[in-house]
């Protein structure tokens, strides 16, 4: 299984090439295609706790398996998923997907949690709440091991709207993380102004905080203005061992990254769990 975890985050040549050669017409009727024709799927990437490095939950990330073009990342197309609306149904669909992938997951490890990524344009429907309660409801999962994953610009959009919705989703029990935190027009007032559980250290600042003393004092930082708050941390893209070892120095929660696994499909993922469990 070693072979798909490399194969899956290589972007093929062909995917880039006919990228920029179809219509974006073509691309938007292929999307929606692709919806409907299931050739949408989450792959899975194990979330560790970065003392122990027990595995306690993982990230759905959205992949494209196109009939002709082969794997297609989500950067290629969740922009034009937003630009057509069809993000909202997309994330209707993930949020049930990943919501069933927990409980066949918490087979191998009781506490699991599954995160989840929305987009701004997903807070824009007023469905949004309506869709995360049913898919609880219907799915049986337990609210708060999924976490859901949003990123500074969804913040900025709209802020009262997304603080009624945050302050929803939080009486429904689910867990609210901030993706890519450091990134955006990062601003502490976001940090008290909604409900926020996790701040998701973006992975630039992990990537380079052994070879840059400011990435590494931003990491630190970060950690522990999290722990004053209250808030638990997820650093992303730990590529090395030695990665762990600072991030828990830091006290750093939770880990994903490279050096743990690549995101990988469901299949694969169930049989790391059984493997470390
Ligand atoms: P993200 O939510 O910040 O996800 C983390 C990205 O970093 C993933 O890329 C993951 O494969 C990659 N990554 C994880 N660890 C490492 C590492 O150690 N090194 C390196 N170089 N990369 C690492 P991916 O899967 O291509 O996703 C890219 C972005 O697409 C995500 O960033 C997220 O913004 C978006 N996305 C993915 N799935 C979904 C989805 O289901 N819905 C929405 N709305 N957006 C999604
Ligand atoms: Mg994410
Ligand atoms: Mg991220
Ligand atoms: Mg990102």
Same mark, same amino acid.
């Given at each position: 299984?070693?072979?798909?975890?490399?194969?899956? /985050? /290589?972007? @093929?040549?062909?995917? !880039?090439?006919?990228?920029?050669?179809?219509?974006?017409?073509?691309?938007?009727? &292929?999307?929606?295609?692709?919806?409907?024709?299931?050739?949408?799927?989450?792959?899975?990437?194990?979330?560790? =706790?970065?003392?122990?490095?027990?595995?306690?939950?993982?990230?759905?990330?959205?992949?494209?398996?196109?009939?002709?073009?082969?794997?297609?990342?989500?950067?290629?197309?969740?922009?034009?998923?937003?630009?057509?609306?069809?993000?909202?149904?997309?994330?209707?669909?993930?949020?049930?997907?990943?919501?069933?992938?927990?409980?066949?997951?918490?087979?191998? !490890?009781?506490?699991?949690?599954?995160?989840?990524?929305?987009?701004? !344009?997903?807070?824009?429907?007023?469905?949004?709440?309506? =869709?995360?309660?049913?898919?609880?409801?219907?799915?049986?999962?337990?609210?708060?091991?999924?976490?859901?994953?949003?990123?500074?610009?969804?913040?900025?959009? =709209?802020?009262?709207?997304?603080?009624?919705?945050?302050?929803?989703?939080?009486?429904?029990?689910?867990? !609210?993380?901030?993706?890519?935190?450091?990134?955006?027009?990062?601003?502490?007032?976001?940090?008290?102004?909604?409900?926020?559980?996790?701040?998701?250290? &973006?992975?630039?600042?992990?990537?380079?905080? @052994? &070879?840059?003393?400011?990435?590494?004092?931003?990491?630190?930082?970060?950690?522990?203005?999290?722990?004053?708050?209250?808030?638990?941390?997820?650093?992303?893209?730990?590529?090395?061992?030695?990665?762990?070892?600072?991030?828990?120095?830091?006290?750093? =929660?939770?880990?994903?990254?490279?050096?743990?696994?690549?995101?990988?499909?469901? /299949?694969?993922?169930?049989?790391?769990?059984?493997?470390?469990?």
């Amino acid at each position: 299984s070693d072979i798909s975890f490399e194969y899956t /985050e /290589e972007p @093929q040549r062909t995917a !880039i090439e006919t990228h920029h050669t179809t219509s974006k017409i073509q691309r938007e009727i &292929d999307l929606a295609n692709a919806l409907k024709q299931q050739q949408l799927a989450l792959f899975y990437q194990p979330i560790v =706790d970065v003392k122990s490095q027990a595995i306690v939950g993982c990230e759905s990330l959205i992949r494209w398996i196109h009939p002709d073009r082969g794997m297609i990342p989500p950067d290629e197309f969740i922009g034009l998923a937003e630009d057509t609306g069809l993000i909202v149904p997309m994330g209707k669909w993930i949020i049930h997907e990943a919501c069933k992938a927990r409980n066949r997951f918490a087979e191998h !490890i009781d506490n699991i949690y599954v995160s989840i990524n929305l987009s701004p !344009i997903q807070f824009e429907s007023p469905s949004l709440v309506r =869709d995360i309660e049913s898919a609880f409801v219907s799915t049986g999962v337990k609210p708060n091991r999924i976490y859901l994953e949003i990123t500074e610009t969804t913040l900025m959009l =709209d802020p009262l709207n997304v603080a009624n919705i945050l302050n929803d989703l939080k009486r429904l029990d689910a867990v !609210i993380a901030l993706d890519d935190f450091g990134t955006g027009y990062s601003s502490f007032s976001y940090l008290h102004r909604f409900p926020i559980d996790i701040l998701k250290i &973006d992975q630039s600042f992990v990537f380079t905080m @052994q &070879d840059n003393s400011r990435s590494k004092e931003i990491v630190r930082t970060l950690c522990s203005l999290a722990t004053s708050l209250g808030m638990r941390t997820i650093a992303e893209g730990i590529e090395r061992e030695s990665d762990l070892h600072l991030l828990n120095s830091f006290a750093a =929660d939770f880990g994903q990254g490279y050096f743990i696994a690549k995101p990988m499909p469901e /299949e694969d993922f169930v049989n790391f769990l059984k493997a470390r469990s």
